[in-house]
């Protein structure tokens, strides 16, 4: 079985200053990592994946995400952030051959401040 | 155009009655799914169907019961609702079974009192 941890619950930041968000997964077998944003009261956007190949990955809104398989981790990070990505944040994790159901992490709310 | 639409977007009721939130996409996927998120915002998926069969079925009471008519529709009935329901109901469809990306609705918050 997989299970997402979010070391985070709340992270508050000021706005410019640089922010990471921590995901850390177990799983036995390959998995695809993925990134979710959810803003007050709306649905779940996809800021970025990692599915294979360069454990680098880039996303939405300058957002950037670095997959470490040895330390099973894939923690998503911005160099500056604004007031506008005062969010929920959502690691998630699936394997190939689960008819497709993503598996959360807890998420961790992102509250940028002035 | 919404891609994943979900209608109401927030339901008040009383314990024991029945209810039903639609789902309906228009991305042409093949695969649907419903997530509940709680008060504490965990997210876990309840069903999953691919055309129109059900293929993932997690730990949920048989008062739930998923529909879908076509494969751009999914709806979610829910029997003798209970304080417990409360949550945050979300639609998601994907291109297909293996597809990698899932599309997520607004989300219907339900609310039992």
């Known amino acids: 079985a997989q299970s997402v941890t979010q070391l985070d619950s709340q992270v508050p930041v000021f706005e410019e200053a640089p922010v990471e968000l921590r995901c850390n997964y177990s799983?036995?077998?390959?998995?695809?990592l993925f990134w979710y944003v959810q803003y007050p009261n709306q649905g779940l956007q996809l800021l970025l994946k990692?599915?294979?190949?360069?454990?680098l990955v880039k996303g939405i809104n300058g957002f950037e995400a670095e997959f470490n398989k040895s330390q099973t981790s894939f923690h998503l990070r911005k160099p500056s952030v604004h007031i506008s990505d005062t969010a929920e944040y959502f690691c998630?994790?699936?394997?190939?051959?689960?008819?497709?159901?993503?598996?959360f992490g807890q998420g961790t709310e992102l509250s940028v401040k002035p | 155009d919404t891609a994943v639409s979900q209608t109401p977007k927030y339901l008040v009721t009383q314990m024991g009655n029945d209810k039903s939130i639609k789902c309906e996409q228009n991305l042409g996927h093949d695969t649907m799914y419903w997530y509940k998120q709680d008060s504490k915002k965990f997210l876990k998926i309840m069903f999953s169907?691919?055309?129109?069969?059900?293929?993932i079925n997690e730990t949920v009471p048989n008062r739930f019961s998923p529909k879908s008519p076509d494969k751009a529709h999914l709806n979610l009935h829910i029997n003798s609702l209970e304080l417990g329901d409360s949550a945050v109901y979300f639609c998601?469809?994907?291109?297909?079974?293996?597809?990698?990306?899932?599309?997520f609705g607004q989300g219907t918050r339900l609310t039992v009192v």
């Open positions: 169907y691919n055309n129109k069969e059900l293929i």
């Open positions: 998601a469809s994907s291109q297909r079974q293996g597809a990698m990306v899932a599309f």
């Open positions: 799983s036995s077998v390959s998995v695809y």
């Open positions: 990692y599915l294979s190949g360069s454990t």
């Open positions: 998630a994790v699936r394997t190939y051959n689960q008819g497709g159901k993503l598996i």
